[in-house]
């Protein structure tokens, strides 16, 4: 967990004694800010000061006109276990988190994605927008050009809130079109951050496959996901996680692609 609390007198923050949640301390003007991402800072202006540490409290006290902060360490210090999933897809790619750049990680991801699944091709193409900046760093690490041969509609809601698959189906179809004229008798890797349930996957393969792409080859720049996460996501159950039920091959013919690639775990952590 991260979690701010507000007094009229105080503000406190807390990050817990494993890191795993991120928690950013701002100023603005001279007034302290906690948010959970510095893009929060940058949108209105504040200044970044440094990451809330691993099992740290702020406590932020207004007396008499004048601003105090102090640090407290309640809990015994743990080796920090930060989650993996910020840099692979929660956090936005202009933040900074525990000093690096997510927007530069997800460009590495995807170069060390290019050197362990590199396929002939004619173009990559992302899967918007989380798959930009892997797609990017697979193009530059390839030399193979990189092309939005996805345009996402950024007017439609989010597709994994639907209630119902065949509404959730049809988001896909209303979020992202293909764009014909770079996808047409290429040879085609399709670059996305990870693959969960494999819905919306599948969607996209589709629609490349129906805009006249010769070859489908997908990539995807972070490790098969296999186990649910509890701590503070809504994320799918084992049965509903495609690299828990299918075999690497499986997941290819289920998908439809001519190939298919997932970054290795030493990758992850390299990049």
């Not at 997941?251 to 692609?257: A, D, E, I, T």
């Amino acid at each position: 967990y991260s979690l701010v609390a507000l007094t009229n007198k105080k503000l406190i923050g807390a990050r817990d004694p494993l890191g795993i949640r991120p928690l950013v301390l701002g100023d603005l003007d001279g007034c302290p800010i906690l948010a959970s991402e510095t893009c929060a800072l940058d949108m209105i202006g504040a200044r970044f000061v440094r990451s809330v540490e691993p099992g740290e409290v702020v406590v932020i006290t207004r007396e008499k006109g004048s601003i105090r902060l102090d640090s407290h360490f309640p809990f015994p210090r743990r080796k920090a276990r930060p989650c993996i999933f910020e840099f692979v897809y929660f956090s936005r790619p202009d933040s900074v988190i525990d000093g690096r750049s997510v927007y530069e990680i997800r460009k590495r991801m995807g170069m060390r994605l290019a050197q362990e699944t590199g396929v002939k091709a004619d173009v990559i193409v992302p899967v918007p927008d989380s798959g930009v900046p892997a797609a990017m760093g697979f193009a530059a690490e390839s030399g193979i050009p990189y092309e939005l041969g996805i345009i996402r509609n950024h007017y439609v809601g989010r597709t994994f809130i639907q209630p119902k698959q065949e509404i959730r189906a049809l988001g896909v179809r209303l979020k992202h079109s293909a764009n014909r004229d770079v996808l047409k008798d290429k040879r085609v890797v399709l670059v996305d951050d990870s693959i969960v349930r494999g819905t919306t996957s599948q969607k996209i393969v589709q629609m490349v496959r129906e805009a006249g792409a010769k070859e489908v080859h997908f990539r995807s720049a972070s490790p098969p996901i296999k186990f649910p996460d509890f701590y503070g996501i809504d994320m799918p159950s084992v049965d509903q996680l495609m690299a828990a039920q299918m075999t690497l091959e499986e997941m290819r013919k289920s998908l439809g692609v001519d190939s298919l690639g997932f970054l290795s775990v030493e990758g992850l952590y390299a990049a």
